[in-house]
């Protein structure tokens, strides 16, 4: 007997079996290629965290300490805990979950040459939608500074906001003071060019992702305050240290050396 193609009993049988091997076929390549995907996923920071220190040739698991910054002091994680470490990069992927943080702010550590550089992860929104990234930080003649960003988003307008994705608008940031002299938060995309240490041109009919970026930064480099308070204590005492040391040794009386 014939099989009736036209017929609507064929077509919806034909529907729903097509439907299920598809489905069935979608379900199986994502459940194998799920620890590929993820693995795609955690190496996509860990090379975006190298760019912001600028050591994007260095390799994240030989150089890099991470931690979470909790009550204003590092606290270290283990490397070896892969549990406590996948616990770090699950925070970075909650968008909502780093802007409502208000405790154990992941960082990373980088150190070479006698130099430290932290990175903070950043979340925030543009004009269309999230935005978020990296930030280096470190301190240079007692003032803290960015020594490089890294920033990506999810829609934001093409060669307008979606310039903040981009190399040329990123390393605009490097060597920019945090704080200004009074001890304020004082980075910023400024509009119509930047006027001081602390600003960066802002971008050319992209005012609302601009100010996004502003407000990211602002409260998202905010949770460190306290620990780059630290860290700017720690290079203001090291000289005094240094002076105190050496009027000690220059009050020693020296000893006497008796005649055989």
């Known amino acids: ?19 299920v091997i598809v489905g069935t076929l979608l379900a199986f390549l994502a459940t194998s290629l799920k620890d590929k995907q993820a693995a795609n996923v955690l190496n996509e920071k860990k090379v975006s965290i190298m760019k912001a220190f600028g050591s994007a040739e260095e390799n ?21 805990d892969a549990v406590a ?46 935005i978020w990234g990296y930030v280096s930080l470190n ?9 490089g960003i890294v920033m990506d988003h999810a829609g934001e307008t093409p060669g307008l906001g979606a310039e903040i994705a981009t190399e040329t608008w990123q390393k605009k940031f490097e060597g920019k003071a945090i704080y200004d002299a009074e001890g304020k938060f004082a980075v ?19 005012t ?20 780059l308070a630290s860290l700017t204590t720690a ?6 240290e240094a002076d105190e040391s050496a009027e000690e040794v220059a009050n020693v009386e020296p000893t006497k050396v008796e005649e055989e």
């Not at 931690?67 to 270290?76: L, P, V």
């Not at 609302?208 to 305050?225: H, P």
Request: contains cysteine; glycine residues 10%; hydrophobic residues 45%.
């Open 85 to 130: 470490v996948d616990a770090v990069f699950a925070k970075l992927a909650d968008l909502k979950g780093l802007v409502a943080a208000e405790n154990d702010f992941p960082i990373f550590k980088y150190e070479k040459d006698g130099a430290v550089k932290y990175v903070a992860p950043m979340a925030g929104k543009g004009l269309w939608g999230d």
């Open 235 to 240: 290079v203001e005492a090291a000289p005094a």
């Open 188 to 206: 910023r995309m400024q509009k119509g060019g930047a006027q001081n240490e602390h600003q960066v041109d802002a971008i050319t009919g992209g």
């Open 1 to 19: 007997m014939a099989i009736n193609k036209n017929s609507n009993a064929y077509i919806i049988i034909y529907t729903v079996v097509m439907v």
């Open 208 to 227: 609302k992702t601009c100010d996004g970026v502003n407000a990211m930064l602002a409260s998202s480099i905010g949770k460190y305050e306290a620990f």
């Open 139 to 147: 301190v240079v003649e007692g003032k803290v500074q960015i020594s």
């Open 60 to 80: 994240f698991d030989d150089v890099v300490t991470m931690g979470y910054i909790t009550d204003g002091k590092f606290a270290e994680v283990d490397k070896a």
